[in-house]
């Protein structure tokens, strides 16, 4: 709060500022920006900042002031009209006026959220002066109408649509159809008609003393900090509202008094490539909204772009040689003082450039790796700061192929980028019909209303998965991110016919068959073949890894179980296997008759004689990966999901399952009837089922361990870590370890072999966090299952939650999906009990985590701050996980805004 | 340990002991009480007890024992041959040999899990003896071989298949059928063929040498402290392995040596009726195990006793007036030693009385409660002791009506005794049969596979409920006992076959409208109608209760909707209503006809329609409901389940709503695809529903407030507590909060009338309990909603577990349900944190639970621990946390042993 002699207002301009860039908190970022470009001599207007105690004195006092205020902005208009040569309200004696434009600017950037007046100054006599110094009467009066239209609608509350009523009448009582065609005169007569509307509305006058203007704006901005949309965005992206917002007075400039006038906006490097050269674009006589409005088409910078891009419009570096050589200057300036690339916006005032921001400049996942490699390359940056300057979550995109950017695209839908990647093939609705077609040596694109583990099969031969229903987090999403394959989910606008075996969307009917292209990474779905490009992982990607990899402290494992996944993974730079799903390794068609004939038998013994056979597939699975990852850890969970997972439900289905085992249907409907579940997440599946049928994991350690045996004698390293899902007491772990302990010294008596392992847990639910303690006497590791852990800690099914969680963060229940980026707070805090409740136990516990949160930068954060071992994370992932790892080790505690 | 120097042996007999009752921890109950006896001067067998910490000694040193103990236990053989004129192995000169009974005993009674050892001390020699002494060869060499046969297998690990196989050729040979037709001959000829299979099956010749004996059957005793059984019957009642048990070295005296020799059992008050009559039963010639198999008809003990039994045989009053007299005054002073009703072992042998062993006895809920109660008066016990002696649980019995105990009963299935009572009437198999037949005034047993919230509208019509599937915690039984109905659940031998409408087991087949009874109490399916008794809830009862009011702290609330429950509730004491579950009042027929509409309507304006169809009916069940309550608090729970539980399943009921509600099957049924849900425990319920559709949660609170709002005009006292159920997230309870101020305040304006309510919400999700110190910034209280909690935190579904928990019992995974008593070590440590964490934040917070927890009596413990302020529990359960929540003010740590 501001107290009695601090200073309220902060002063900037003619080479001298009071403030500083690294005052954001106060003069918020526009503010400090503007203060630091003046403070380096830069040519920037003039003007003040307002600071945020300001706001935070205004909010509380219930709109008051503190009492110097107004002393401090007069003595500032003071100046401002002395350093600008012009008058506020008055002309001076050489006809100048001076005008404001009075913004909001906060400590974070809220877009959009929060007023802003510009051509604050104008009256019935300063806008005829401008005229004169303009020379163009039309660009003043429709100045001063658009000043009345802002100032109406933010000070004075006047909704936009009473003055775009008058400005309609006296279009249609005038034959015109668009705004260009009326002349200066029709905008004299316009602005007292606008004037009149303001004062009616409102039932005040319109201001004509520009002080009045000015206190009006500035209490407007300030109000606009408890608008609503701004309180809803601030809960959104969690600032606090006691941060308040800054306002910033400043001396307008026009880049629109004619030919000698222009304005731009310019990158320090190419924002898409990253490549090292100046970049812009400009318009000569325009104003900076219309280079954003893409009205008229800028015009290329410099010489060289020009060429690059085959433009025949002449560059600034042509044009205006001296504002563009002052211009290069500044860049190098600021490049060099703020060590990193800026985005810049100018203004040439009738041949006077004017800098009117400067800020970290926005770029491509591409260009961001390359500056940041670039810049300590050229000895502008350290290694650790190359290392904070790459956004984890945006070099995903770097990671797997993408739609070649110049090809055409006919979009026929848009879903959920919920697995990126590009991919073509022929499109199925079933997970039959696709193993079918890529039997026929077709690649083929999966598309479904949504998927259930019955479609695993499918999803494994496909190019890429489509879904029209669920969310970021559905099964699809989920299971795609995990394969690492292109899913496109959520795509509500398309409907897809199982029977018919078609799909439409936007008038087109696709039928089987038909090829379509997907983009992962967009969430775009695309008629027939679109070329991809594959990924570049080259120079500066392995540079900024090794980086990377010296910093961090997490290790990085993988969740993978197939061979093609382990093999990307430890490509990725996996330090291991975090996560072998076993149940996956069951769906291949013979492999999941045996699983069925399993679980149709009535008895221990029948089931003993299906797991047998499945007993060699499992072994030649685990020889591959242990291959694969030979020296390192491999995690294996034994079998986690319930067993009617592995049923069929479609009548054909059964049909034909029936057929294959040589079972009556009835048979195997009332088995699915009874093993139907009402929670099936949260009945008989993983450690239940070890404890009820201990056959299905007394053969599954055994498939690991005669692997494990045979490859030692071929001296491979294997490090296998058996890992028993959903305990949530002691005792179900005591048991089940006994038994994995007892059939392996049974497989190395047997084989004449040793093989060091260690047999731990997945810690999913609550309960088992809490009861970390008593379970890590036992225990050699944990691995945290945060999927689960999330739906139970939330009493929140992963696979329902998407019917209501866009209600819920619409309505700022919740800020981010705790399905993608873990609930530090609540679920995070029985991840630390139980991680600190083990390690008091058993200092030489191993803890890791495996959950979707593996691979997500802020989760990553989180579990290097609470000193987890490891993360592991899809094999996709891994390169973001080892970038996540050491920002997090560097304390990076934010997402960069780049 | 033992350290040297301790004593390792305590003696007692001869009208002295070195022991005492209360030293269990070291002498077990049994020696610790066979002390106390001889202590008070009564005739004990002489013997003595080797300790528990001898036990600990041995299980430690791998089967030594302390160097001292020999000398003991040397010297006190030497004192017992004195004390018993008798000898060890060699019959003293007047002809007497001294038999011992080797017994373990431990702290806790682990009935029939470990050895014993009678009549050691026999052999060759001894047995000559023991024929003359006795005059009776036959009972002297019969106690030889079965001597042997009990030795051979606890020592020597001779399994007793052996020895039965040598007297079963022996009978052949001799053709004979009956143990009994064997003559003393025969048991002589035995005796040497039976110390031949011990040692051909031991490898070792069978002792002679009685010192060896009695080593040998001491280290038995001891090594079965570590056997299998053991281990495993410590695990399910938690009996730490450190606890060890004692050895009782005792004299054996006969009941069987002629027709002066008898045995029995006695009770100093009827352990039935608990009427204050010395009660007992012996027999002449008999051996103590001849009364407990009930081979032979035991007589009545007192003239009395064979009065009121109309028995012909004489009593022991008056065949045996001296050792009669003898025992009357033993009783009296047990008792008042003991001061309870005591069950007491007693032999006279030849004439003279000994007694065996006393111990608190064990009585049903009837006697219980007249025995405390009568002692209270008699000056015996203090009124915190009556309160103490009286097992909660058991009084549970006197609550409901039972069946008449001399009715005759054709029992046709046993289930679980889910909820107690007994009701008869017509047998019916869906819930509209239910509806149809009471409609015509008939009462109804429903029977059901399993139950579903659709079978709410059948089972609230009928008598009682029995199923074939399903658990104690199964929906049906939960719903029942919420009701108060009698329910048999899990009958498994019992078949429906709902399409014939038949029910059959034990080859009875009864179809719809055929009269059966259920006994809730016991799990009994009966034919025909069986005559109940009502319960008497006179006297003794509510004088109990009232002392329990004084001590408690808790309040005891109830869960009910109905006003029938209310008032149940209201009468059983209750101090206001916990939980009314909204949702129940929507299942009537009308009703739930505008809820299903409300559930097909496809906009917020057609939902609105339909609930202000509802409003009405929620409003006059408020009415009636605060009626019954008057001043009393009364919380309501905003609607909880998945919308879904409201639409039919079955194609003839989806037939039915879609002609009621005049709208196509295929659109329910489309609305029943899209509300599915994979896991509906974790979905779109509770306050998700009132985020999402807020216009439901508008109308309940506007019936809440309506009702209110009325009866505060007619100077009714009304304290609604809303609930808002599910809550994980403060946002979620702030957004509700608001809604229902804002009705709040609107209806009371309206009505000008003012109501004070507060507004909390259930925790029962551990995000919930974790966030409990937010949360509580708001609310102001807290319900823990145990049954959910538990889900959530086991990761656990109560309507699946019944496949899998009752083997997690069997392997001894857990020891209880937890959704029958909470675990309180982590469960009850979310609820603990909760709580603190929401007192910290707000010490006005008030705290109830209302799980199913909430009436179960050691849960109740835990709670009054953990300092909340009530627990809500079911009408006919109220009066049993009464007192249950006054044992736990006093202390009562474990159940009693009654």
Not at 3 to 24: I, N, T
Not at 373 to 386: P, R, Y
Not at 578 to 595: D, K, Q, V, Y
Not at 711 to 739: G, R, Y
């Amino acid at each position: 709060m501001a107290k009695s002699g601090e200073k309220l207002v902060y002063a900037f301009g003619g080479g001298e500022a009071d403030g500083r860039a690294d005052m954001k908190a106060l003069l918020g970022g526009k503010g400090a920006n503007l203060a630091e470009m003046c403070a380096l001599g830069l040519p920037v207007p003039p003007g003040f900042t307002i600071t945020t105690e300001v706001c935070t004195y205004f909010t509380k006092h219930s709109g008051q002031y503190p009492k110097a205020l107004a002393k401090e902005v007069d003595a500032q208009i003071k100046i401002l009209q002395t350093e600008m040569n012009a008058g506020f309200g008055t002309p001076t004696a050489n006809g100048n006026v001076l005008l404001l434009s009075i913004r909001s600017g906060g400590r974070a950037s809220m877009p959009g959220m929060m007023d802003t007046v510009l051509n604050l100054g104008l009256n019935l006599q300063t806008v005829a002066a401008l005229a004169k110094q303009s020379g163009d009467d039309r660009f003043a009066y429709d100045s001063y109408r658009r000043f009345i239209q802002m100032y109406g609608d933010v000070v004075m509350n006047v909704a936009h649509h009473h003055f775009e009523d008058v400005l309609e009448d006296f279009k249609m009582e005038n034959n015109y159809r668009l705004d260009t065609e009326l002349s200066s005169d029709d905008w004299k007569i316009l602005v007292p008609k606008y004037l009149a509307v303001a004062e009616s509305q409102s039932g005040k006058p319109f201001p004509q003393d520009p002080m009045e203007q000015l206190w009006g704006a500035i209490t407007a901005v300030f109000n606009s900090w408890m608008n609503q949309r701004a309180i809803t965005y601030r809960g959104l992206h969690n600032i606090p509202e006691s941060w308040g917002t800054a306002v910033n007075v400043q001396a307008m400039v026009f880049g629109n008094m004619g030919e000698t006038s222009a304005t731009g906006v310019c990158f320090t490097r190419n924002p898409s490539t990253g490549d090292a050269h100046y970049y812009g674009e400009y318009l000569i006589n325009a104003q900076g909204e219309d280079v954003v409005a893409g009205i008229r088409t800028p015009q290329p910078l410099t010489i060289l772009e020009k060429k690059t891009s085959s433009s025949d419009l002449p560059s600034l570096e042509e044009l205006m040689p001296d504002a563009y050589a002052d211009l290069l200057q500044i860049k190098d300036k600021l490049e060099k003082h703020f060590t990193d690339m800026q985005d810049m916006e100018f203004t040439v005032q009738q041949g006077k450039l004017w800098m009117l921001q400067t800020r970290t400049g926005k770029r491509t996942a591409k260009a961001a790796l390359k500056i940041a490699v670039d810049m300590k390359q050229e000895g502008l940056i350290d290694k650790t700061e190359a290392i904070r300057r790459v956004d984890p979550e945006q070099i995903n995109q770097l990671l797997h192929p993408m739609l070649d950017p110049d090809a055409e695209c006919e979009i026929i839908g848009t879903g959920l980028p919920a697995s990126p990647g590009a991919a073509s093939g022929r499109v199925v609705f079933t997970s039959s019909d696709a193993e079918a077609w890529v039997a026929k040596g077709e690649k083929v694109i999966l598309a479904r209303i949504e998927t259930s583990p019955e479609d695993i099969g499918g999803m494994h031969v496909s190019e890429g998965i489509v879904t029209t229903r669920g969310g970021m987090t559905s099964h699809a999403a989920v299971v795609a991110r995990g394969m690492g394959k292109p899913c496109v989910s959520g795509a509500g606008g398309v409907r897809i016919d199982v029977t018919k075996k078609t799909m439409s969307a936007l008038g087109v009917t696709m039928v089987e068959g038909d090829m379509v292209t997907i983009d992962g990474a967009s969430g775009r779905i695309i008629k027939g073949v679109v070329p991809t490009v594959d990924p570049e992982l080259g120079g500066d990607f392995s540079k900024l890894m090794k980086w990377a990899d010296g910093v961090r402290t997490l290790k990085i494992r993988a969740n993978a179980e197939t061979p093609e996944d382990a093999a990307v993974a430890r490509n990725f730079g996996a330090e291991g296997i975090g996560l072998c799903r076993t149940e996956h390794m069951f769906f291949e068609p013979t492999r999941i008759m045996h699983m069925r004939e399993m679980i149709l038998a009535d008895c221990e013994q029948s089931r003993r004689t299906a797991l047998d056979k499945l007993l060699p597939h499992q072994k030649k699975d685990f020889l591959e990966l242990f291959r694969i990852m030979e020296g390192l850890p491999v995690t294996v969970r034994l079998l986690d999901p319930p067993l009617h997972e592995f049923l069929p439900t479609r009548k054909e289905d059964i049909k034909a399952v029936a057929n294959d085992l040589g079972v009556k249907e009835e048979e195997i409907e009332a088995r699915i009837v009874q093993l139907h579940e009402f929670n099936p997440m949260l009945g008989h599946r993983g450690c239940r089922l070890g404890i009820t049928y201990p056959e299905i994991y007394e053969v599954q350690t055994r498939a690991i361990f005669e692997a494990a045996c045979e490859l030692t004698k071929e001296k491979i390293k294997v490090k296998p870590e058996i890992m028993i899902p959903l305990i949530a007491t002691l005792n179900e772990f005591s048991i089940l370890k006994k038994l994995v302990d007892k059939i392996a010294a049974e497989v190395m008596e047997k084989t004449g072999v040793n093989v060091s392992y260690i047999v731990g847990t997945m810690i999913e639910l609550p309960r088992a966090a809490l009861a970390a303690g008593e379970i890590a006497k036992e225990a050699e590791f944990f691995s945290f299952g945060t999927n689960d852990l999330t739906q139970t800690t939330y009493g929140l099914s992963r696979d329902d939650s998407g019917r209501f969680i866009g209600i819920y963060r619409e309505k700022g229940v919740i800020e981010a999906d705790p399905f993608v980026t873990i609930d530090t707070e609540y679920v995070g805090e029985l991840v630390k009990i139980g991680s600190e409740r083990g390690r008091a136990e058993n200092s030489n516990l191993h803890i890791g985590i495996c959950g979707e949160h593996g691979g997500d930068p802020d989760s990553i954060r989180f579990f290097h701050k609470i000193g987890l071992d490891y993360v592991s994370c899809s094999p996709y992932r891994v390169p973001i996980a080892r970038l996540a790892a050491a920002q997090a080790a560097l304390g990076v505690e934010v997402k960069s805004n780049a």
